[in-house]
């Protein structure tokens, strides 16, 4: 037998994450970190290959034979040769069996996923201001903190005339200007919370940095390694930032308890819209990851597709993937999806039919908010600045959703003009 020229080895910077615990899965898959960090799901066999590999050994032959004395069953250097050359280095995670590097991976583009990031503050950064915040995740702080954010709203929403604050602060430039940067350090203690959470599990945060999600500017922490951690840790690593907006929001409230200076009031309102779209298990946000780390499955938006086709179809699972996931999880993928789908159409329904009004309210405003700018006594640059923001804030969330309904509804379209032809051909 010839034997093969073989110095396989894993691409520099890729990490063994090891089993993804709490998994939905029927049979758990094995994580590993692509340098560029993406996570790949493996199956065992690749993952104890991949394994051999990560442990130094450096020859087919041997890591055929660490596999034989790990599952009990025979390989031969030409099955490594396969794995390594079919499975593995496509997926960029090792080279192929000669020792020459694997073909350059794309990134998955998964549906409305988080473009053109930037990273801010590199890992060591984000490692020491997180180690600064930590502890507040301890559990008895956890549980004060909760009571107290339960007191402010209750004082709140039942002795101070927010209606009043709104309408003061709009007025005033500078006071909306003061608003949007707590808006902003909000947003950045967030994130600091993910990270926080992240260090309190024990694991490492990535970068922090900021990017753009549909349209809007937002920032991000890199929490991937949170996936070293069980269930539990998942969830926290996800609560972690509504959880320091809660303690922001605690913050504000003491702030204008001692002041009585009504923009702070309205930042609160601000944190307060945050916090509500952030839980939204809809799009992107926090909620949205809380419902795959709590049923295990790391991307729900794959399951559209299978879901529709199973269930409105009723196709079979000629894939196997709703086969792959245990009973529980694949029930809630499957109302997710039921829920989501409806709650799209509605949406997109009433963005349709109410869309000439909002168009020629927002623009109405927008030319009130310039004209007043233009007139208005005081610093008109301030005032200035303060309209193009309010506008340009009035703006977004139409175009917000026009990018996140595009796709689900150029699916929907697909789908049933392929219906429509089957029926018709059938």
């Not at 809007?216 to 951690?229: E, G, H, Q, V």
């Amino acid at each position: 037998m010839t034997t093969l020229p073989s110095v396989p080895a894993l691409v520099t910077g890729t990490e063994l994450v090891g089993e993804f615990e709490g998994s939905g899965y029927r049979e758990p898959p094995q994580l590993v970190c692509r340098p560029d960090g993406q996570l790949v799901r493996l199956p065992p066999l690749l993952y104890q290959v991949a394994k051999a590999l990560a442990a130094g050994t450096t020859s087919t032959a041997q890591v055929a034979a660490d596999l034989s004395n790990e599952t009990g069953r025979e390989f031969a250097e030409e099955h490594i040769a396969f794995l390594l050359d079919k499975k593995l280095a496509p997926l960029g995670i090792t080279t192929y069996s000669d020792g020459s590097p694997p073909p350059p991976t794309a990134k998955s583009d998964p549906f409305l996923a988080f473009r053109f990031r930037v990273a801010v503050l590199p890992e060591n950064i984000t490692w020491f201001l997180s180690g600064l915040f930590a502890w507040l995740f301890r559990p008895l702080l956890v549980a004060l903190a909760v009571a107290a954010f339960v007191a402010g709203e209750t004082w709140l929403w039942t002795t101070q005339d927010t209606g009043a604050a709104l309408q003061t602060t709009l007025t005033d430039p500078a006071s909306v200007l003061l608003v949007l940067l707590l808006a902003i350090a909000s947003c950045v203690f967030h994130e600091m919370g993910h990270g926080a959470a992240c260090r309190y599990g024990g694991v490492r945060p990535g970068a922090m940095g900021c990017g753009i999600y549909l349209v809007w500017p937002a920032f991000y922490t890199d929490i991937t390694n949170s996936y070293r951690l069980g269930r539990a840790g998942r969830i926290r690593a996800d609560l972690g930032g509504v959880h320091f907006n809660a303690l922001f929001v605690l913050g504000l409230l003491g702030a204008y308890a001692c002041t009585g200076f009504q923009p702070l009031l309205v930042a609160v309102l601000s944190v307060h819209l945050e916090m509500i779209q952030q839980l939204l298990p809809t799009l992107r946000f926090d909620g949205y990851y809380i419902v795959a780390d709590l049923i295990g499955i790391p991307d729900l938006f794959k399951y559209i597709a299978p879901i529709l086709k199973h269930v409105l179809l009723r196709r079979p699972d000629e894939d196997g993937r709703l086969a792959a996931l245990k009973r529980g999880p694949q029930i809630v993928v499957a109302a997710w999806v039921l829920v989501l789908i409806p709650a799209i159409v509605l949406q997109l329904g009433m963005v349709l039919i109410n869309l000439p009004e909002l168009l020629a309210a927002d623009w109405q405003h927008i030319s009130w908010l310039l004209t007043t700018a233009d007139t208005a006594p005081g610093n008109q640059a301030l005032g200035l600045a303060s309209a193009l923001i309010q506008s340009l804030l009035l703006v977004l969330p139409l175009a917000g959703l026009a990018v996140a309904l595009a796709r689900p509804v150029r699916g929907l379209v697909r789908l049933a003009l392929r219906r429509g032809g089957e029926a018709a051909g059938g």
